[in-house]
């Protein structure tokens, strides 16, 4: 079926999408993160329990089995996208309403279970929206330029959860310092403010257009709609690859702040600077991965990126109190790398899946990768209560506690990346070709990336002046 809508109103649509991802990742940012993990710690979690709470938006990713059902049910992708969206973000005025209940330093043992629940449902409902929304807006945004418009959509994101993430990790060590430890009325504030957000990025996802829905000649049941990645051995090798990569990741991606809060003893306000310097980091790669993955496929990207990434956990180990400077240092290279590697793992979903059953591919993907990736971050806590008492000396270096997970995620990191060779994009190019351009690129750094901002805010001035110039005449 062809696109009925006309093209201003796919670029309102386009616009509209950037200003929903802005405030949903304002919403995402005080609602996960740095924020959720010191939030846990504070109402009295442990290393087991922080690996449930992190593994919980890997484990709803399984509901997409059923967003896709409902999709190809209903067709309507914008009302299971906004209606779902909406309960994920509501739901946690609960948590608001526990704290106002429970408004003393110590919590009751089963706030933690409650908060579990709550968190639990609103990454369910999340998931169930985001297949709808993927395929609403893999059919909105042209193939050719999915790369620049995402990587500018990213990097508008990138900015707000910069500025949020600083201004919340100060707000947290204001109330820390002035009112004695407790938190709970910091957090309140923080949790509505997230809500406020929450609402203005629905108010304007409900304003981007839907384009017809591609429906295919003879409908299937669901079970036999699931059953198709199955027989595509290429997608079934990706599922492999993205499964295996999270679970390494997901590993240990909630034991770093917790070692920034309990081992280093950083305050809040480092830790969420710490934050920005990966978001801006992110920022400045975006631009780039997305022009390279237009011009040269998503294959070479993840590839290079991977490798340097699998790296980052092992670089942990060696950040201490007094290698401050180090760790800057690795934010900005995590920041910078996993840019590209979150651009093209999605950009590949959508160009590997069929567009007549994308929802299905993209809901199969996310939900069988989710599973086993929800089993990474509870092991990684089981591993991290093993290893409490462990310390090994190497050379007058001890390594100890979390730094044994740092080392098996990056062992897991290093063989699950070698296996995305056998994966095959549509045109791929090898990743020796991309280098050669990214060698020839004169001067890549931090002033390249800025400049690719700024060159994306010229454009977007002049695109306005020459409307104006339209409308004068």
């Known amino acids: 079926m062809e696109n009925l809508l006309s093209q201003s109103d796919i670029n309102k649509g386009l616009r509209y999408s950037i200003i929903d991802g802005i405030f949903a990742n304002l919403f995402g940012t005080l609602t996960g993160g740095i924020f959720l993990i010191s939030f846990a710690l504070y109402i009295g979690a442990n290393e087991l329990q922080i690996g449930l709470i992190a593994s919980i938006p890997l484990l709803a990713n399984s509901a997409q089995l059923l967003s896709s059902y409902i999709i190809e049910k209903t067709r309507k992708r914008r009302e299971v996208s906004i209606g779902f969206s909406g309960i994920a973000r509501g739901i946690w005025i609960l948590i608001v309403f526990s704290l106002l209940l429970y408004s003393q330093p110590e919590k009751p043992s089963y706030l933690i279970s409650f908060v579990i629940i709550i968190i639990a449902i609103s990454y369910v409902s999340a998931s169930i929206s985001v297949v709808s929304w993927l395929s609403w807006m893999s059919d909105l945004v042209k193939e050719d330029i999915r790369g620049r418009y995402f990587s500018k959509r990213n990097i508008m994101c990138g900015i707000a959860g910069l500025l949020v993430t600083l201004l919340g990790g100060r707000f947290l060590d204001y109330w820390k310092i002035n009112y004695e430890g407790n938190l709970n009325n910091g957090f309140i504030f923080i949790f509505l403010a997230a809500l406020f957000f929450g609402l203005i990025s629905i108010v304007f996802l409900k304003k981007i257009p839907e384009p017809p829905f591609t429906v295919q000649r003879e409908r299937i049941s669901f079970f036999k709609g699931i059953s198709l ?157 093993y290893f409490s008492q462990w310390r090994v000396e190497i050379l007058s270096f001890e390594i100890y506690r979390l730094h044994f997970v740092f080392l098996i995620s990056f062992l897991l990191r290093l063989i699950s990346i070698s296996y995305f060779n056998n994966i095959k994009e549509p045109a791929e190019v090898p990743v020796s070709k991309m280098m050669r351009v990214i060698r020839n690129i004169r001067g890549l750094n931090t002033l390249m990336g800025f400049n690719h901002l700024h060159h994306y805010f010229i454009e977007v001035k002049r695109k306005m002046a020459r409307r104006n110039n339209s409308e004068m005449h």
Not at 231 to 239: A, H, Q, T
């Open 229 to 385: 990645p199955l027989k595509d051995p290429n997608f079934k090798r990706y599922i492999f690859f993205t499964a295996f990569w999270s679970f390494s990741v997901h590993f240990v991606s909630p034991f770093f702040t917790v070692y920034m809060i309990q081992d280093l003893k950083l305050s809040y306000t480092l830790i969420s600077e710490m934050a920005i310097i990966s978001i801006l980091a992110d920022i400045v790669g975006m631009r780039l991965w997305g022009i390279l993955s237009d011009r040269y496929g998503n294959k070479p990207v993840i590839l290079f990126n991977g490798y340097i990434a699998s790296f980052i956990p092992f670089l942990w180990i060696f950040i201490t109190r007094e290698s401050i400077g180090f760790l800057i240092l690795v934010h900005l290279t995590a920041g910078f790398f996993w840019a590209g590697l979150n651009l093209c793992t999605s950009n590949l979903l959508l160009r590997l899946s069929p567009k007549e059953h994308k929802s299905i591919y993209i809901s199969y993907f996310n939900a069988i990768g989710g599973l086993i990736a929800a089993i990474a971050p509870i092991i990684g806590g089981m591993a991290a209560q």
